[in-house]
């Protein structure tokens, strides 16, 4: 089975810090990916990563950056947390190709308050 | 603007009942569709997937149909089970040849089954 890790379930932040939400996958997957969950807005795509060191942005990139060192490994950072940052924030894996590769496996997700 | 929208927030069943979740999509040239279940304090997990070649697709209790012509589809669940009340997202891959392994997630439609 695939498994998609991230590194921590429950986060709480003070506004200003950086963070650092850090994910892993073991199935070799080509893609990785950075989505936040919110009540009424679905999963919105923050960026991913189709290569390592490679990155595109999505739809809400604005106060996040990401990190691909390595293909298992892909890190969001929020540069400077803020409140309306607080959400649920989910990684994902799939393969590349098409419909090969459509299928996303998520993380259990972490739930980030920023306060 | 949404790609992939999901008009019902929210849908209350009776156990045993037909449960129907609706997705409707704005490009004709999307031709793979898929459904995420998610739990609370869970990362989403894959449930059925329908290409366009198709007009339906089985997989247990669980029917996804697709009306092309009316760019919607819409899965089935049947019968209704209390451990199926959960949010449920339809999703696309924007198409052949375009961006590399994203998907566009509709807002998602909490289901309740009660007893």
């Known amino acids: 089975d695939v498994k998609v890790t991230q590194s921590s379930r429950y986060l709480v932040k003070r506004t200003g810090e950086k963070v650092f939400l850090e994910c892993v996958q073991d199935m070799d997957h080509e893609n990785m990916f950075w989505y936040r969950q919110d009540p009424g807005l679905g999963l919105r795509l923050i960026y991913f990563?189709?290569?390592?060191?490679?990155?595109e942005k999505g739809d809400i990139p604005e106060g996040y950056s990401v990190s691909r060192e390595k293909k298992e490994r892909f890190s969001l950072i929020l540069e400077s947390a803020s409140t309306n940052q607080t959400s649920m924030y989910l990684c994902?894996?799939?393969?590349?190709?098409?419909?090969?590769?459509?299928?996303?496996?998520f993380g259990q997700g972490t739930r980030l308050t920023v306060v | 603007d949404q790609q992939v929208k999901q008009n019902s927030p929210s849908l209350s069943v009776q156990e045993g009942r037909i449960s129907i979740l609706n997705c409707d999509y704005t490009n004709s040239m999307f031709d793979y569709f898929l459904w995420y279940k998610k739990y609370p304090a869970e990362g989403p997990t894959f449930l059925i997937s329908i290409s366009s070649i198709k007009d339906k697709n089985e997989d247990g209790r669980f029917t996804v149909f697709l009306n092309k012509s009316a760019k919607h589809l819409s899965l089935h669940i049947v019968p209704s089970q209390p451990g199926d009340s959960a949010v449920y997202f339809c999703?696309?891959?924007?198409?052949?040849?375009?961006?590399?392994?994203?998907?566009?997630f509709g807002r998602g439609t909490q289901l309740t089954v009660w007893p």
């Open positions: 999703a696309t891959p924007p198409g052949r040849g375009s961006t590399l392994g994203r998907l566009y």
């Open positions: 990563s189709y290569d390592v060191k490679m990155k």
């Open positions: 994902a894996s799939s393969l590349s190709g098409y419909f090969r590769g459509t299928e996303a496996f």
